[in-house]
């Protein structure tokens, strides 16, 4: 499932020592000293620690950030600095920006607005706010949500919900260019930034679950201009087409509609793609596990493009012939990992299907893949076959209805972001422990309809909890600490070299948490559910902490007693607020 909903919806010891500094600067590194230079201003930005300058904090994605001012010793004087209405309800799923001493958030709704704010201060300098057609709600699975904005050369870049891509002036907000992705009445919304290499702006769109066909698109960042498009599920007569059956590939989903990461080194950008269309998998596959080659390429895997061309380098299908709506999508983390006496350059995925990758992320072999969560409907995933090995008894097809199937179709973890901290070595992941019944029925495609024909009534996960953040040794493959929450679908994870962990949940709770043990040392409740990550930031020699919350409002509905719970936690939302130390 595409995150929300509208209408339903090397396993080896882990060397620390020598291994402190921040991965945003190994990027910048490798992007400085490599034959191959990405974007100079988004090199100058992420090399600046008192800045976050794209989405996941570097072209990594890690979401660590070396500021220490804030720190375990002093976490628990945090008090707000100020906040800032987004005028826009459901669904805020925002992480901020910041460039200088500027801050940049959208709200949801289109976006309905984007704001630049004094970074310090919280005075407003701008509002955009564009034209988004009212009808743009049943097109969009799911929910009305936008992630955020993205920077490069005095730009601002913003994916919209009518499927269209907007360049601003940083400065002014005055609107630079505006294009065209795809047509959002076939179902297909841009609900997360796009990623900029160098002269282009990339980015994908959802739509899934309408039976779109996938792709990712380059633009020119000046103009606006298309320069590639690379559709994420092949033609008959392209490399791959042998792998879906008769013509299902047409309407085959594997939607790239969350972020990308991007290595400098290597010049390889990697992007997760969706759940196969539609869920009834008889039509697009065998129907059963035998499905041999008709494993639907490229849905639910991570894709390595080069980011000139939009080729595809190489690809790792985490879910081959998906019966579970086990999207591919989750962010892919890169790091430079320690393993043994090597160093490996490695790509790591807390997938939904339950199970946490660790890969070469310049071969694309596959190190190791074990359960971060409660997950049963494979016994293992085999390095080796590239597979998982299932037990027949939780793939559902036609006449075969599936019962107990863990984790539930949210995944052992949705959109919401993990984190990776380089001192302690662990990630951070907001999971989640739900379960499902899954059945399949016969169903047509209908241009901007939903194309599923499958129910999956929900169920509570084992051992009294549903949600639980994880603090997941990458390397020994387990689990070190975690919290557990009576919830699930909660906020994403920022971690800093202070030692900290900070990370909300759907009651609103936003808390700062010690980073090696999991101890909670501050929690504010902040009126709304969090499902946004946080940041971090620092202008004239304070660091700041911002979080964006406002509930899900879509999703619950879909969950049974258990979304009814989810809604009761708390109101919806719509606002920033930003922590210092004073």
């Known amino acids: 499932m595409a ?29 400085v000293n490599s034959g191959v230079r990405a974007n100079d201003s988004l090199i100058k930005a992420q090399s600046d620690a008192n800045q976050w300058a794209v989405a996941g904090h570097d072209y990594a994605n890690t979401r660590y950030s070396p500021l220490k001012q804030i720190n375990t010793e002093n976490a628990g004087k945090l008090t707000l600095a100020y906040s800032f209405s987004l005028a826009s309800l459901r669904s805020n799923e925002s992480s901020p920006i910041v460039i200088g001493n500027t801050l940049y958030v959208s709200s949801s709704w289109g976006p309905k607005y984007v704001y630049a704010l004094d970074a310090a201060t919280g005075a407003r300098k701008w509002t955009w706010e564009p034209e988004i057609p009212e009808d743009v709600l049943q097109y ?45 009445k076939q179902g297909s919304v841009i609900t997360s930034p796009p990623l900029v290499v160098r002269d282009k702006v990339i980015t994908g769109f959802g739509g899934g679950e309408y039976g779109v066909r996938g792709s990712l698109q380059a633009f020119d960042i ?30 085959g989903g594997g939607a790239a509609w969350l972020v990308g990461s991007y290595d400098p080194k290597t010049d390889t950008v990697y992007w997760g793609t969706s759940n196969p269309g539609p869920w009834n998998t008889g039509v697009r596959s065998t129907g059963d596990g035998n499905f041999g080659k008709l494993t639907n390429l490229y849905t639910a895997s991570t894709l390595a493009l080069d980011p000139n061309t939009g080729k595809i380098k190489w690809h790792i299908q985490t879910t081959p012939a998906d019966a579970w709506d086990y999207d591919g999508v989750n962010e892919a983390v890169l790091a430079d990992l ?54 027949p008894d939780k793939r559902p097809g036609p006449g075969h209805p599936a019962k107990d199937i863990c984790p539930n179709l949210i995944g052992g973890k949705n959109w919401q972001p993990m984190s ?58 387990k689990k070190v600490w975690s919290i557990k929450e009576d919830l699930p679908f909660n906020g994403g994870t920022l971690t800093t070299g202070g030692g900290l962990v900070f990370a909300g949940n759907i009651h609103g709770d936003f808390r700062a948490i010690d980073a090696k043990s999991g101890k909670v040392l501050w929690s504010k409740n902040l009126g709304s559910g969090i499902g946004a990550g946080p940041v971090t930031y620092s202008v004239d020699g304070k660091q700041y902490v911002a979080i964006v919350v406002g509930r899900t409002a879509a999703l619950p509905a879909f969950l049974g007693e258990v979304g009814k719970k989810m809604t009761a936690a708390a109101p919806e939302g719509g606002s920033l607020f930003v922590f210092s130390v004073q």
């Not at 190791?368 to 494979?378: D, G, L, M, P, T």
């Not at 399949?440 to 509570?460: M, N």
């Open 222 to 251: 000046n103009t606006g201009k298309q320069l590639w498009q690379t559709f994420t599920v092949p033609s008959p007569d392209e490399p791959g087409g042998d792998t879906w059956k008769g013509d299902s590939a047409q309407h």
């Open 338 to 391: 320690k393993i043994g006496g090597n160093t490996v350059p490695a790509l790591m995925k807390a997938d939904r299907n339950g199970y946490f990758f660790v890969a070469n992320r310049e071969t694309g072999k596959v190190l190791s893949a074990e359960k971060y969560v409660f997950s049963n409907w494979a016994k293992k995933w085999d390095v080796n076959t590239m597979r998982a090995v299932e037990d």
């Open 3 to 31: 995150c929300t909903t509208t209408s339903w919806r090397e396993y080896m010891t882990f060397g620390t020592k020598g291994f402190l500094a921040g991965i945003s600067m190994i990027a910048v590194l490798a992007a």
């Open 140 to 184: 969009a699975c799911c929910d009305v949500n936008n992630r955020g904005v993205s920077y490069a050369d005095g730009k601002i870049f913003i994916g919209r919900l009518d499927g269209k891509l907007t360049a601003l002036d940083a400065a002014t907000g005055k609107s630079l260019w505006t294009t065209k992705v795809v047509d959002y």
């Open 420 to 477: 990776f901290n380089p001192q302690t070595g662990l990630v951070y992941i907001p999971s989640n422990n739900v379960c499902m019944d899954w059945s399949v029925s016969d169903v047509a495609y209908k241009r901007g309809v939903f194309y599923l024909g499958a129910e999956f009534p929900t169920k509570e996960g084992p051992g009294g909890f549903l949600g639980e953040l994880v603090a997941w040794d990458p390397i020994a493959q």
